[in-house]
Each structure stands twice: as structure tokens, then as C-alpha cells.
């Protein structure tokens, strides 16, 4: 069990950049989470797949950001035209969701800073 | 609207002494309550959990009470150790669909300092 990896572990941008991050979820789970934190706050939902399967988005999610899981292993969140709004530290988690097993791991996160 | 909430920013214990975090949530649909444990530039990582058919669960030095009436829960940690110093978030879950677990919805965190 190698946990769940993110990457980059650190982005610096500029405003109007796009950026793309990735997660690899642990192997044998089915479910993939990606939340978003801010200084001296606690992580924030913003979206989650069930397999490939988008199951729920965060109102928090602006059209700027997307996320897929086009084969139902890792994910890739993206962010087009980046705003200073959007630094942040974005954590990725995953879990198989099956009763009994509903605890969600979290891989390291990438922290995103826009100049 | 915070429906998990951190009223503690922070907590100073020493060493030996028992840790408690609180919690207090205001969405009667959570039933699933779990406790991170979050160190600077790293993932938050699970520390215990409890489910809303127990008001207790133990794991070592972790204990999590839940009070439902109240819609409270705590983290007990008994002795409290140095390397125990970090960022403990308290987050609560519904189930999606009426069957499984999704989201997590997070509290705002309270910083444990354990001196020596």
C-alpha cells in the first residue's frame, strides 16, 4: 500500500496561467476526493468520482476548474485562468466507500501559489 | 455556514496531561464523525472515527466521544506526548444517496501545542 501521491508537491504560477494537477489514489479504491485548503482553515469539498464517475461538485467549484477520472484510477484537476483566489493547498483523497470502509486517506497535497 | 465547528483555535498542554478537542456540528443528516491530524506541508492523516450508533470508540491513547443530543463530539488524549503538537481537524459525513458515505465537511482546526 503506497497511500495516495499527488504532483507536483508545489506550484508557483502567475495569474492567467492554467494549471493541471494529478492524483493517484490508492490501488484498490474505487472512490477519489479533491478538496482545497486555505490558511487557518480546515479542507474544503470540491468534487467527487466514484470510479470515472463524477458523483458531486462543490458550489465552491467555478467553471474555471475541472476535474476528471477518465479511467477510474487517477485524477487530474485543472485550473484555467488562475486567479491570486486560488492559492491554495490542494489535498486529494480517496477510500472504496463500501460500509465499514468509508474512511477517507489523504495523499500530501499541492500547494498552489498565484502571483 | 459552518456546520462543523472549531471553537478552539488553539490548545496548550503539557506533557503527560490529558489533550480534549472539542467539536460541535449543527447538521442533524452527519452520523459518520472522524479526527485528523495535520502537520505543516503534509496531508491531513486519520487518526480515529466513530459512527452515530456509538457515543465511544478507543484506540490507544485516543478516545471520541459523541454526544448526539448535543451534536458534540471530542478527542481525548491520554498521556499527551510532544510529538502529538499539530493541527487536529474534527470532520463529519452524511450518507449520499442514502446509502454510502460521501464528502467530508470539516471543522476549522485547533492548533495542540504539547510542551515537555
Known amino acids: 500500500d503506497t497511500g495516495v501521491s499527488q504532483d507536483p508537491r508545489h506550484k508557483i504560477t502567475k495569474r492567467g496561467q492554467n494549471v493541471t494537477f494529478r492524483c493517484d489514489p490508492i490501488s484498490e479504491h474505487n472512490r477519489l476526493y479533491w478538496y482545497r485548503q486555505t490558511l487557518g482553515q480546515g479542507p474544503e469539498f470540491l468534487t467527487y468520482f466514484q470510479n470515472e464517475a463524477q458523483l458531486e461538485k462543490s458550489r465552491l467549484l467555478s467553471d474555471r476548474f475541472s476535474a476528471e477520472r477518465p479511467k477510474g484510477s487517477f485524477s487530474t484537476l485543472e485550473i484555467q485562468r488562475t486567479e491570486q483566489g486560488d492559492s491554495a493547498m490542494y489535498l486529494c483523497?480517496?477510500?472504496?466507500?463500501?460500509?465499514?470502509?468509508?474512511?477517507?486517506?489523504f495523499g500530501p497535497g499541492t500547494r498552489l501559489l498565484v502571483l | 455556514d459552518q456546520q462543523v465547528k472549531q471553537n478552539s483555535p488553539s490548545l496548550s498542554v503539557q506533557e503527560g496531561r490529558i489533550s480534549i478537542l472539542n467539536c460541535d456540528y449543527t447538521n442533524s443528516m452527519f452520523d459518520y464523525f472522524l479526527w485528523y491530524k495535520k502537520y505543516p506541508a503534509e496531508g491531513p492523516t486519520f487518526l480515529i472515527s466513530?459512527?452515530?450508533?456509538?457515543d465511544k470508540n478507543e484506540d490507544g491513547r485516543f478516545t471520541v466521544f459523541l454526544n448526539k443530543s448535543a451534536k458534540h463530539l471530542s478527542l481525548h488524549i491520554v498521556p499527551s506526548q510532544p510529538g502529538d503538537s499539530a493541527v487536529y481537524f474534527c470532520a463529519a459525513s452524511a450518507r449520499h444517496g442514502g446509502t454510502s458515505y460521501g464528502k467530508l465537511t470539516f471543522g476549522q482546526g485547533t492548533i495542540l501545542t504539547v510542551h515537555p
Open positions: 466513530i459512527s452515530s450508533i456509538k
Open positions: 483523497a480517496s477510500n472504496i466507500g463500501d460500509r465499514g470502509k468509508e474512511t477517507q486517506y
